[in-house]
Structures are given as C-alpha cells and as structure tokens.
C-alpha cells in the first residue's frame, strides 16, 4: 500500500508522539518529512501564562506560518522520495483555535482559515495518535518545555475533544485513529511495526476508521 500514499499526516494531542513517529516512519522508508516549526512562535509562551490575551494572536500567527510551511515544502513533489510525511496538517489551525477562541473571534478566524485550505494539498490519509490524558501529561512533563508546564488536563481534553468534533464534521478525509493504549512505540521495534502495518499494509475507507492497540 505505500505506493499508494504521496502524503500522510501524523496528528494528535500535545505530547501523543507524532513528531516522533513521523520521524521514525520517514528514517525507515526513507520518506520526506515535514515537521511544525512550533518552537519559534514568539507567542507560545506567553498564550499558556495568559490565555485570554494571547489566544487570538497566537492562533493567526500559527495560521500564516503553517501556511507559508505547506506552500513552501508541499509545493513541489520530492522526486527522491517514496512519500512525504508530516507531524501536522493545516486544520490543526482550526481545531485549536475552536477550542482556544472566543465565539467572535472564531468565526472571524474560521473565514480566513478555510479560504487558505482550499489552496493547500489535501493528505492521503490522515493519521491521528489518540492516548489518554495521563499518557499526554506524562510525555510533556519528560520532555521538559518550561512553557508547557501550564498546561492542564482540562485543556487537552478540550483539545481532544475539538479534534474528534472536527473529523465527525469533515467526513471527506481517510482518518485512521489509532488509539494507543500502553503501546510504546519509541522504545519497542514491534509497537512500532504495529503501527506501521497498520498504517501501510491495510486498505483504509474515507471517513474514520479507528483501531485499537494493547
């Protein structure tokens, strides 16, 4: 089924591992991959020190350098490469700010968002890592950001919460949900392989399609 994909996303909550498991599946076949540049954004540290003011410029600023990204890197094929594999699609701009903005301002940012989308490729199919809440904030206490140790259970589960209300109201992409469950796919070569079959070597329909692992 490779042959198949020209572009997979890898999405998730904050902490679920996609950056990780996207570098890993490009390093095995060789793939391109795409990673956010989440880490210069001048506004993420002071949106979780507070919300309420930052909310809004963190969101168009996430938006315009997503967008720049994608045009930048997706705009011509890698002819080296087998597929592309990213750890973010451009939606993930709408889900968060769902679930970040006031109503005024969410439909403001909805206009500009989906008059950007149509410009953009669309994924072949669209991976998302779903761990629980505990997993979540283990992972992002290990890695250390210091702005990240605001974050609060309530706030992923509103993030969670906004991704599934997303793929429930866009239907016409090929979802596969991968629900986690004490899967290590990091540390352990056969948790990883299980995700690579099922990502690779099952033919997946448009809409959501959801596994579970042990």
Do not use: C, W
């Not at 006031?102 to 909805?110: F, Q, S, V, W």
């Not at 469950?181 to 352990?188: Q, R």
């Amino acid at each position: 089924m490779i042959q198949d994909y020209r572009y997979i996303v890898i999405e998730g909550n904050i902490g679920a591992g996609k950056t990780s498991l996207a570098t890993m599946i490009a390093n095995r076949f060789n793939a391109r991959v795409l990673l956010e540049r989440f880490a210069d954004n001048p506004f993420l540290p002071k949106f979780y020190e507070d919300p309420s003011r930052y909310s809004f410029p963190l969101e168009l600023s996430f938006l315009a350098d997503r967008y720049m990204q994608m045009k930048e890197e997706l705009g011509s094929l890698e002819i080296f490469a087998p597929f592309t594999v990213a750890d973010y699609y451009f939606n993930k701009s709408l889900v968060f700010a769902s679930a970040t903005l006031g109503e005024e301002e969410y439909k403001l940012y909805r206009q500009l968002f989906h008059i950007i989308l149509n410009s953009l490729p669309r994924p072949d199919l669209y991976v998302y890592l779903n761990a629980d809440t505990d997993r979540l904030m283990k992972n992002i206490k290990a890695r250390g950001r210091d702005y990240e140790s605001g974050i609060t259970p309530e706030y992923l589960n509103g993030i969670q919460t906004a991704y599934f209300n997303y793929f429930r109201q866009n239907p016409g992409y090929r979802y596969l949900i991968i629900s986690l469950g004490e899967t290590d796919f990091v540390n352990s070569e056969d948790d990883f392989q299980k995700i690579v079959d099922e990502i690779f070597d099952k033919e997946r329909k448009t809409g959501i399609n959801r596994i579970f692992l042990d």
